[in-house]
């Protein structure tokens, strides 16, 4: 089984960017989908975006469209989350996952590895 580490959370100012890493171990990541999660206190877990092993991402939080992308780097064995013009409601903990599946919808079920989460913080 794959494991994953997520670094690069910090405190940042509204309209700032952070990028953030997920590394692997174990297994190599090109044989996966990778997808970004995150829990703000006192909400629920949101799916916010995915990466197929094809290179196609799919945005599932509305919010983050035209900020947020996903990228990853099979050399490093690295996935990322580039996070631009951060806002307040971006504060949340934030997963990275990765699943074995050639579906083109995923949920969280899809995923069976999980790292430890990264705070991310953006004060107004």
């Known amino acids: 089984q794959v494991q994953l580490v997520e670094s690069g959370g910090g405190l940042v100012q509204a309209g700032g960017s952070l990028r953030l890493s997920c590394a692997a171990s174990?297994?190599?990541?090109?044989?996966?989908?990778m997808g970004w999660f995150r829990q703000a206190p006192g909400k629920e877990r949101e799916f916010v975006i995915t990466i197929l092993r094809n290179g196609y991402i799919r945005y599932y939080a509305d919010s983050v469209k035209g900020r947020f992308t996903i990228s990853r780097d099979n050399v490093k064995n690295t996935v990322y989350l580039q996070m631009n013009n951060l806002k307040p409601e971006d504060t949340a903990v934030y997963y990275c996952a990765a699943g074995v599946t050639s579906k083109v919808y995923l949920t969280s079920a899809d995923f069976g590895s999980w790292g430890q989460g990264t705070q991310v913080t953006v004060s107004s």
């Open positions: 174990g297994h190599s990541l090109s044989s996966y989908a």
